[in-house]
Every structure is written in C-alpha cells, then in structure tokens.
C-alpha cells in the first residue's frame, strides 16, 4: 500500500489509502461500514482501479487531531471527549463484529467535527499489504498507546494540578494495559490514592528533607571527559626513543669515530631526516585525540527541601483545590565509587543563581510575542486587518480555538495558521471548506507556504495584503 494521500474534488476533501488485495474478513467489513453508514466513522468510498482497492475517507470541514493540537493545548474536557468516544467506538465495534485492530487511533488518523463537537475515527477494513508509514499492522493498544503519548505531550500542564495528576494516572493506566475499552471512560473516575510520605521537619534543623519515598532513584547516566593516559605514554615513549635515536645519528654524522653505529655513508643522514619528519607528526598530533570519555552513573532522589512553605489544602474554603503555589525542588546528588576527574556537580542555593537557564515552556512564550507582521483588509466590507500578536495564530470563526476570530459565514472554524519558522512566514490551510489562496493559488490543506511583504492572500473569498511591520 501507498502512504496516506490527500485528494481535493470540488469542495470535498478526501484521505486517500490504495491496496493491491484484499481478504474476505474486509470485504465483510466494508459491507457492514457502507450499508449502515456508523456515524462515529469517517464516511468511507470504496473504489476499484486496475485491480486495486482505493479507500475513499471523506474529511471536509474535518480537523486533523494531531494539527488542531499542534499549536493548541489539550484540556481535561478534550480528555472526556476523547474516553468517551472510544467508549462509544468500542461498544460499536463489539456490535456491528468488527475487528478493533483496524481502527487507527493515532493522532493523524482521527478528526474532529468541530460543529458537533464529535470526535470520528478511521476504519481501515484489513488487508493483505500491512507495510505503510502509518504501522498499519499494530494492534489497537498501540495505536491507543501512540494517541496517549501524543496527548501527554500537548496537555496543558498549567491548568489545573488535580487534572494533571489525573491524566498521568490515566496514561499510567494505559500504558501497562490495565483498561477495558468498553468501559474506558471509567478511567476518569477512578481515585488512586497518592500519598507522600514527608519526613518530620525539627524546627531546630533547617536543612531537614522531606523525601518522596514512592518515586525511586533515578540514575542519571552520564560521561565525562579525561585524558587517555595509555596513549599518551605510548605518544611519549615514541618521541623519546625518536629523540635519542637522532641524537646518536647527528653524532655519527659529525664524529663517525665516537658513536660505533653498524652503517655508515648516507644512511644516518636519511634515519635523521625521517626520525625529524616523525617527531614532528607526532607533536602535531591534536589534543582532542588523546581525550576518551568516561561513563559515570549518579542515583538521583527527589527530594523536597522543608525550609519552603508548602500551602495546606482546606477542605471547607479551597474545595480541595490545589494552591497554585509550587514547592521548590532541590535535587541531592549522591555518587558512589566514581572514578577520579568526575566533575562535582554540586549547587550553592545562596551562591548561585539560575540566570541562564531557560525553560523550553519560557521559549516558546517568548517566541510568540513576534508583532512584525499582519494582513491589512483589502475588501469592501467593513472588516478589520487582521494584527498578529502571537505566533502561530490560527485564523477562523470559531473562538474556542482560534487567536484570531473573523465573523463570516464562509470562514471555517478553524481556517488557516499563519506561523513562523526560522525568521521566515508561513501560511497553512486547516482543511477548510472555502479554502485559503496565496497569490491566487489555492493551498493544499496542512501543507506549509512561505509568504512575503505585498503577497495578497485570500481566506475564502475574503482579501488581504501582507505587511511587515518594523
């Protein structure tokens, strides 16, 4: 089979999969998906070419999962909305006989309806050819495994402490395979109890540690770097024996009488020449050669330092609210039988400040702060220029999900993104119905096009001019 392909007919948008064979299991299931039309599925075309199955998925107005989220950030709710459909998903598939094995669940196999909030699922009926970038041939708990790692990653881990406490419990669950599917959304119910065991604190020692006894060492594998001293001394003995073995030829030049050396003539000329020729070589030789690196391994406890007030949790005022205010951590770094030239890693809290160090969250806060472009309104209507404050900035009509709202009924929700790679612009269609044109070229959804100063873009019909602003 042929990698996943995008075809664009009129306004209708197409996922495109092709296959040689097919078995009688999928000409079974493909029955059972176009005679009952399941609605948590992508509509699927089924067409024959030339011997070859072609898999038709119609996605318009459909947004890819993993792109949506690529510049948003996952919520707890998007969490119950993902458990709750594949609930629903298995509970159809266990109905209808299907097999849940074809159900690609990864990130770019599921799309959301944003009009009904509804999350819809790829079928793939199976087949005889299982070799395609997308690891068709994985079982489900891959694939669910997959979406889950995708959504640990752009979870937002700023909103609220309970909630992610909770989808690492869920991720927890998933990973070591401890769910039911038809009963998934259970998950988000269930209380584990999590409990920190603290050292007591004496009020006359103030460099008591409150220790995490339930998350274990972690050992930091690390290397460093030391001199070779085996070669070195071989570098060294070479130069020596070089040294003195052109000392007594230069004397058997000058004074063939004092040294007895077995030749003569012309011979301890060339041995001086070539000897000349070697240490040079040798002295020229880099430093870095004679660097070899030396693995080291450090055990690393979490600990809490308890000279830092940590807000209790009222039961009757905070509603078991977590208070925003973090803990500091220190990190207590134990090494035991290391070798000589390790580098001491340790910190001095009073001493030592963190000036340069950057989170990758701080990056990408300050990344997006970039106010040196936006579109100026080129039409008729009564609409304002489109100012871009934060980069990426996702163009439509839908508020929830969108930097930049346009009231108009040919805008998708989610219409277009405009971000920034490398100090060059670019411009990306979101799937939308009415499409998105750069200079009069019609984008292909989810694919990336470099815009400059004075290039007129077109969202749907709606015209505007590109300006960099100094």
């Given at each position: 089979m042929n990698k996943v392909q995008y075809?664009?007919?009129?306004?209708?948008?197409?996922?495109?999969?092709?296959?040689?064979?097919?078995?009688e299991e999928a000409e079974y299931e493909i029955k059972m998906l176009m005679n009952n039309k399941i609605s948590i599925f992508l509509p699927i075309t089924i067409k024959t070419i030339n011997n070859?199955?072609?898999?038709?998925?119609?996605?318009?107005?459909?947004?890819?999962?993993?792109?949506?989220?690529?510049?948003?950030?996952?919520?707890m709710k998007d969490i119950e909305?993902?458990?709750?459909s594949l609930e629903a998903m298995a509970q159809i598939v266990n109905n209808y006989m299907l097999n849940l094995d074809s159900v690609m669940v990864t990130p770019e196999m599921l799309?959301?309806?944003?009009?009904?909030?509804?999350?819809?699922?790829?079928?793939?009926?199976?087949?005889?050819?299982?070799?395609?970038?997308?690891?068709?041939?994985?079982?489900?708990?891959?694939?669910?495994?997959?979406?889950?790692?995708?959504i640990i990653e752009h979870f937002d881990h700023e909103y609220d402490k309970k909630s992610v406490v909770?989808?690492?419990?869920?991720?927890?669950?998933?990973?070591?395979?401890e769910y039911d599917m038809i009963k998934i959304s259970d998950l988000l119910y269930e209380q584990e109890d999590v409990s920190i065991q603290c050292n007591e604190t004496s009020a006359d020692d103030e460099n008591d540690e409150i220790i995490i006894k339930e998350i274990p060492q972690e050992i930091?594998?690390?290397?460093?770097?030391?001199k070779n001293k085996s070669l070195v001394n071989i570098i060294s003995m070479i130069k020596g024996i070089g040294v003195v073995l052109f000392v007594l030829n230069v004397v058997k030049i000058l004074a063939p009488?004092?040294?007895?050396?077995?030749?003569?003539?012309?011979?301890?000329?060339?041995?001086?020449?070539?000897?000349?020729?070697?240490?040079?070589?040798?002295?020229?030789?880099?430093?870095?050669?004679?660097?070899?690196?030396?693995?080291?391994?450090?055990?690393?406890?979490?600990?809490?330092?308890?000279?830092?007030?940590?807000?209790r949790i009222d039961n009757s005022t905070d509603n078991n609210i977590i208070d925003n205010t973090a803990c500091s951590m220190k990190n207590d770094f134990k090494e035991n039988d290391l070798t000589n030239n390790l580098v001491d890693c340790s910190v001095n809290d009073d001493s030592q400040s963190m000036e340069h160090t950057m989170l990758l969250s701080d990056y990408f806060?300050?990344?997006?702060?970039?106010?040196?472009?936006?579109?100026?309104?080129?039409?008729?209507?009564?609409?304002?220029?489109?100012?871009?404050?934060?980069?990426?900035?996702?163009?439509?009509?839908?508020?929830?999900?969108?930097?930049?709202?346009?009231?108009?009924?040919?805008?998708?929700?989610?219409?277009?993104?405009?971000?920034?790679?490398?100090?060059?612009?670019?411009?990306?269609?979101?799937?939308?119905?009415?499409?998105?044109?750069?200079?009069g070229e019609r984008l292909i959804a989810n694919k990336r096009k470099e815009i400059k100063k004075d290039d007129l873009v077109l969202i749907s019909t709606l015209p505007y001019k590109v300006e960099m602003i100094s």
């Open positions: 075809e664009q007919e009129n306004n209708i948008r197409y996922m495109k999969m092709e296959f040689c064979n097919i078995t070859r199955t072609i898999y038709f998925y119609n996605v318009t107005s459909k947004q890819q999962f993993c792109k949506l989220y690529e510049f948003n950030k996952l919520q909305l993902i458990l709750n799309f959301l309806d944003l009009t009904n909030k509804k999350l819809m699922f790829t079928y793939v009926p199976i087949c005889n050819e299982m070799d395609f970038e997308s690891n068709l041939s994985q079982s489900f708990d891959n694939y669910i495994k997959e979406l889950f790692d995708f909770k989808i690492y419990q869920i991720y927890q669950k998933i990973i070591q395979h930091i594998e690390d290397e460093v770097e030391c009488e004092i040294i007895p050396l077995p030749y003569g003539g012309i011979v301890p000329m060339v041995v001086c020449v070539c000897l000349a020729v070697l240490l040079v070589v040798l002295s020229k030789i880099p430093d870095y050669t004679f660097i070899k690196m030396n693995k080291r391994s450090v055990k690393q406890p979490f600990t809490i330092s308890s000279n830092t007030t940590c807000n806060k300050e990344s997006s702060k970039s106010k040196n472009i936006k579109m100026t309104y080129c039409g008729e209507d009564n609409l304002e220029d489109i100012v871009i404050d934060k980069l990426p900035c996702i163009v439509g009509s839908m508020s929830e999900h969108c930097n930049y709202v346009i009231n108009s009924k040919i805008v998708s929700h989610i219409h277009m993104c405009i971000l920034k790679i490398e100090d060059i612009y670019y411009i990306e269609d979101m799937n939308s119905t009415n499409g998105t044109y750069v200079n």
